[in-house]
């Protein structure tokens, strides 16, 4: 034996990683379930750099989509990654998740996402919108869930993580900058795109939002 590395050694030894961080959101009482979307983080084809779990308060009753936003961007100062994803409890990734975005998260997009596998949430292709045409859609409405949604982390700081200023009584009875954002991640967008973040969608169904689930927004049962 010459010492050399046999071809492939350094890859198995070190297996490829994702410059990403996964940012789990989850409150007391879902255990069972945060047990299961933790576990399909981990089970992807490819890892991911690293994964917080953060569990959110409920001392005043269910938080609110400003309480949300200001516990996820506390967590933000951790986060080492070029990306970051936020993964809601009730959300599962499948197992091609993270290999299919990754040959996208490149310098050339901030914001990139896919699919439902369920269908339960909306199906839109912006990755050819213009900026303005992106701010003026994000001003009325949101397309994109943004759990399992990978984030370019230079960009998200520079525009202050998710939006706090809510005003109203939440879940649904107020909103985020005045516009019609009643959730932080709409009021996230908005500001992404305002900044001119470069959206890239990747029409593949590869995560899944767990239908039936008590919501983590509206404190219901959706179906």
Partial sequence: MDGSK???????????????????ATIPGREERLSQTVKSVYAQTIEVESQLIMAQSCSEGFPGPAHCAMQQNALLAA???TWVMRLADDDLLLRHHISTLLPFLTDEFDVVYSWDATGNRPREDCT??????????FAVRNWIDASAVAFRMNLLRRVGGWPTNYEGTPPFQGHFLGIEATCE????????????????CVP???WQYQA?????????NVR
């Fill in 185 to 200: 991640d709409h009021g996230g967008f908005y500001l992404l795109a305002r900044a001119g973040a470069r959206f890239r």
């Fill in 6 to 24: 046999v071809q492939g050694e350094d890859e198995l030894t070190h297996p490829m990683r994702a410059p990403i961080t996964v940012i789990t």
């Fill in 204 to 206: 593949e169904e590869t």
């Fill in 212 to 220: 039936g689930a008590w919501d983590r927004i509206s404190n219901g």
């Fill in 128 to 137: 050819n919108w213009s900026r303005e045409e992106l701010i003026a859609q």
């Fill in 79 to 81: 986060v080492t990654t």
